[in-house]
């Protein structure tokens, strides 16, 4: 794993080395911790920092047979850590090998093959340098030279540690928060009576009915936008549109709150209005909307009930996205209130239709408006980026691509953007050294670093020091 490693050709290297490499890092989305990132948080040991909440590790670890003590378990962390590094060797062909390699590579200056034999002296190795005075959230940030993380946060949530964040001016990334409602569109969840309570105390007035939601949502919008925030995300298992009327959805939150039960149709009417709603919310605020679409979740029942949510038992879904994907954009640009935004589809399946979906709504003197996201979780290795942006070249302009993020709660996983830009070199890198493409570096180049880097910076509304 040389600085060469997956560059095949002189041309990747050139476009890498050159123009790619010593870019800065636009991480416009995450879900790192803000509160990690104001107090600036040291981590314990080496599992601490790169174990502890990281699902993509533990399936791998399942799948290899580790008991779920030493995964999600109390057993203690060195158990914990010898658990996976047992199972790394065996990850081969997984990006989870080229990830784990990248990460003590980049950070812990660890140049050798991750094997178990040596796992008690990479304990040792690594814990001394996760404890020492030179380590901890911010350090890993300024190192790793990320100029914007964009954290993934609820409307309820008082944004205490942005603010502080905000008035620290040793920090020198812009930290700023992205407003995520789906607990507000989960009408039928367990829980959204004392949700809507919630969202109501931090919007500082009583929910008792559709209209004063929409006012409370609008009232966090405004409070997100004060505090830095550009960017909406928006999670579905499967994108639903179903034509509504005002009326017709507050008929149907009445009776979410008064705790009546609320049918799958229902659910769908409601989040079809609420969605148009906030889509018109973020024009008017000049914010982007992300729409990340596609996890069926918590499939395993036993094992979510013994690990809860987010440990590794989500999978893609399968259904129709073409039809209500494009109604639901339509219904926005019809009134010309469509914000910038970003579809990520999570089953591959959909990728040619994403890509081509995006060309329909391309307007208003906007460069790449509506944007392909890149390769999103099980898409977030080598085959899946290539395809993914294989997909936006062939129907659209792959140059205009915003590029990378690492949609991560580690921060060791910076290093996806490196990974990332060496596979958009290799495959750029590969067009040229076909014929395919002219041999001009200096133009090229710069669609490399506009794809790494400028592209995002131009994209968002956020304003850089």
Known sequence: MDEDFLLNSKSAKILYHDYAKDLPLYDFHCHLSPQQIAEDHRFENITDL????????????RAFGIDEELITGSAGDKEKFHAWIQTVPYTMGNPLYHWSHLELKKYFDYDDVIKEENWEVLWDKLNNIVQSD????????????????????????????????????TIEAKVLPTFRPDKGLGISAVGYQDYIQSLGDAADLEIRDYEDFLKALENRVEFFHKNGCRISDHGFEYLPYVETSKEEAAEIFRKALSGETVSKAEEEKHKTYTMQFLGELYAKNDWAMQLHIGPLRNNNSRMFEKAGPDSGFDSINDFELARPLNQFLNSLDAKSVLPRTIVYPLNPAHFEMVASTIGNFQSGGIKGKVQFGSGWWYNDQKDGMIRQMKELAN??????????????????????????????????????????????????GKMVQDISYNNAKEYFAIELD
């Not at 792959?398 to 949609?407: A, H, K, Q, R, Y």
Request: glycine share 6%; net charge negative.
């Open 50 to 61: 790169w174990l502890k909440g990281d699902h993509y590790k533990w399936r791998a670890m």
């Open 395 to 444: 129907a659209g302009l792959l140059s205009l691509f915003v590029g990378m993020l690492t949609d991560s709660r580690s921060f060791l996983s910076y290093t996806r953007h490196d990974y990332f830009r060496r596979i958009l070199c290799q495959l750029i890198g590969t067009w040229i050294e076909e014929g395919e493409l002219p041999a001009d570096y200096e133009f090229i």
């Open 134 to 169: 030179s380590f901890s959230a911010r350090k890993l940030i300024k190192n790793s030279n990320v100029k914007v993380i964009c954290t993934t946060d609820d409307p309820a949530d008082n944004l205490e540690y942005h603010v502080q964040i905000a008035s620290d001016k």
